[in-house]
């Protein structure tokens, strides 16, 4: 009988995810995850099956962590459009390291996506889910009157997104705050044109 596993599986998981996300998918080796996860390949291979079983549980993991803040910004606001705005502000504000990193998921969209199917089909459902969830905070303003009902929320979340990707990209680049504020000013400025 194999012996069951001993270690915090959202702890491995969170550090694999720092490293595939500082690397990339490609360049994170199976050294740099064992330095990282403190455990040995063996173990790693037992609880994930392969780099690919443990970058898809990394995958997931930051996907919740962001629909987690996105969640909060919009359940804590007094109205849908001020919780998207404190969600932008989030991250343009980011002083981080990770704003260095940019977007686990936009990265591995760029680098390993379209080579890979099982990785493109998890980042295509989670950037999905992402834009649901705005989409669905959107058409809660346009029934609260705050939304003119010309808007499409479709076509807004799907906006709101690029803008996500790009102030990902952007803070990448090493962009100042005040530039970031800016973006996000000018891009949550069609929601109340």
């Known amino acids: 009988m194999a012996r ?10 969170e550090r694999a995810m720092k490293a595939f996300w500082e690397h990339g998918y490609a360049a994170t080796s199976i050294t740099q995850l064992v330095d ?4 040995q390949p063996g173990s790693l291979y037992a609880a994930f099956d392969s780099k690919q079983g443990l970058f898809l549980a990394a995958l997931d993991h930051y996907a919740a962590q962001t629909l987690t803040r996105l969640d909060k910004r919009l359940d804590g606001a007094a109205d849908p459009l001020q919780g998207i705005a404190a969600f932008f502000a989030d991250l343009s504000a980011d002083r981080s390291d990770a704003r260095r990193r940019g977007c686990l998921l936009v990265n591995s969209a760029l680098e390993i996506a ?6 493109h089909d998890r980042v295509t459902a989670h950037l999905t889910r992402i834009e649901m969830r705005l989409r669905a905070a959107l058409e809660q303003a346009q029934r609260d009157g705050l939304l003119p009902a010309e808007r499409s ?6 906006f709101l997104m690029t803008t996500v990707w790009g102030l990902r990209v ?21 929601l109340h044109a």
Do not use: C, N, W, Y
């Not at 379209?114 to 990785?119: C, E, L, N, S």
């Open 36 to 39: 990282a996860t403190h455990l």
């Open 4 to 13: 069951p596993a001993s270690f915090d599986r959202e702890a491995v998981i």
């Open 153 to 158: 929320p479709s076509v807004l979340a799907k």
């Open 170 to 190: 952007l803070g990448s680049t090493g962009a100042d705050a005040r530039s970031m504020k800016q973006v996000v000013a000018q891009a949550l400025s069609v």
């Open 114 to 119: 379209r080579a890979d199917a099982d990785i």
